[in-house]
C-alpha cells in the first residue's frame, strides 16, 4: 500500500473546531482515510464514568490529616464506583517534582505542577484528590485557576497546629523544633489559611468517616 | 464532639505493610475510628475497569501521524469500554511544561516530567497514551523504567522524513528549512529512533484504521 495518511487537528481550545488537513498520496480514499471524530468529549466520559472529572484539593499543616482523609475518600468513592486517584507525597515529591526542595520558589512549583496534573486527571473524568500541605494561598488560587468553575473543590482541614504537632506521625514537629528540619510549616515557614474554602473540617472535633461522609455530600456523590 | 482522630500511613513503598498510629483524645473509640484499608490496589482498579493501567508511547517526528493515532486509539478504546486518555502538546505544553523550551535540557526534562504524569495515570488504572517527539533514546528509557514491566508499549512511527515534509501539518518544517525555527527534530536537531520498540509503524504505507487495530491487538484489547 501507498495510500494517504490523513491529518486531523483537533484544535482543543474549540470543541467542535475541527481542521482537517490532508497530506500525501491518495490512491485509496475510500478504503484508508478513516474520519477522526477527535477525542473523546467531556459529556461522554461523564456520562460512561457518571460523575464529572474534578479536584479534591486539601490543604493544612503537617499532620491534619490530608493523607488519611484522601485515602479514605478514594476508597469510599470506589466503593460508590466511582474513578478516584490520589496525588500525595508518595507519588509525586519521588517522581514528578523530585528535583525540587522546600524553599518558597520550589514549594511554589511544586504545587504549580501538581495542580496542572491534577488538572489533567479532572479532564480525563477523574475525581482528582490532592493532599499537599500547600501553604501558600495564591499557589492554591492558581490551581484553581486552571480547572474549570466548580471542578475545584478546597478541604481545609482546620486542625490546630498544637494536635498536629502531637500527633506528630512522621516526627517531622519534634525535628523542626530542634533546628533539624528548616522551612516547615507551623514552625519555620507560613502557613495561609483560606479565606473561602469549599469546606473547613477540624479532624480533632470529626471522626474520618464523618469528614469523609461531609466531603462525599459536597460534591454530590454521599 | 472531641474524639480521636486516627493516623494510617500506609506505605506504598511495601504494599501490605500499613503502619498505624493513634493521636488525640480516644473518648469515643468504637464510634469515632474507621479503620482504613488503604489505597485502591491496582488489582481492584484492573477488576474494575476490565483492563491494566499501562503507558503508549508514540515516538516519531513531527508530522509522523502521532496526534492523529494517540486520538484514534482513546477514541476506539473508549468505544470499547476501556479508560484512556492522550496527553500530548496540547495539554501539556502549555500547562505543566510551559517553563520549558527545546534545548535539549529542556526537552530532557519536558520528557521526565511527561514520563512521570504517564506513571501517575497508569497507577491510576488508565491506558495513558503520549504523543511526542520524544527524540533522545535515553530519555524514553527514562520513561520506560519508571513504569512496571510489560506497562510501557513503545509505538515508534518510523515515517520517512520526506513524507512528514510533504505533510507539514503546522507549516514548522517550512520555518526550519528556512531557519526561523531552530533546534527542530529531523532537520537541525537529532531523532533517535528505537532499538526495540514494542511496535513500529510506517503511517506511510498504513491507513489510520489499520495502525490503531494493530496497536489494539499488540496490548491485548482489539
Not at 508518595?90 to 504545587?111: A, T, W
Not at 479532572?122 to 501553604?135: K, L, N, Q, R, V
Not at 492554591?140 to 473543590?153: D, Q, S
Request: with cysteine; net charge neutral.
Amino acid at each position: 500500500m501507498n495510500s494517504a495518511f490523513a491529518m486531523f487537528v483537533l484544535d482543543n481550545a474549540r470543541p467542535g473546531a475541527i481542521h482537517f488537513r490532508m497530506a500525501g498520496h491518495l490512491t485509496h480514499k475510500s478504503e484508508n482515510i478513516t474520519w477522526s471524530p477527535g477525542k473523546v468529549t467531556h459529556a461522554e466520559r461523564e456520562q460512561r464514568m457518571g460523575h464529572s472529572g474534578c479536584v479534591v484539593w486539601f490543604t493544612g499543616l503537617s499532620g491534619s490529616g490530608k493523607s488519611t482523609l484522601a485515602t479514605e475518600l478514594e476508597r469510599e468513592l470506589f466503593k460508590r464506583g466511582k474513578n478516584a486517584y490520589v496525588l500525595d507525597g508518595d507519588n509525586v515529591r519521588h517522581g514528578l517534582c523530585s528535583d525540587l526542595g522546600f524553599s518558597p520558589d520550589d514549594r511554589k512549583e511544586n504545587i504549580r505542577r501538581i495542580g496542572e496534573v491534577s488538572k489533567l486527571f479532572a479532564d480525563a473524568g477523574m475525581i482528582c484528590i490532592t493532599a499537599f500541605i500547600s501553604p501558600y494561598r495564591s499557589d492554591r488560587e492558581l490551581a484553581r485557576n486552571i480547572v474549570p468553575e466548580g471542578r475545584f473543590i478546597e478541604v481545609y482541614l482546620d486542625t490546630p497546629l498544637t494536635v498536629c504537632e502531637k500527633r506528630d506521625p512522621k516526627g517531622l514537629y519534634v525535628k523542626a523544633r530542634t533546628g533539624k528540619i528548616k522551612d516547615f510549616t507551623g514552625i519555620s515557614a507560613p502557613y495561609e489559611a483560606p479565606f473561602h474554602p469549599e469546606l473547613e473540617l477540624n479532624t480533632e472535633q470529626c471522626s474520618v468517616s464523618e469528614c469523609v461522609a461531609t466531603i462525599l455530600k459536597r460534591i454530590g456523590l454521599a
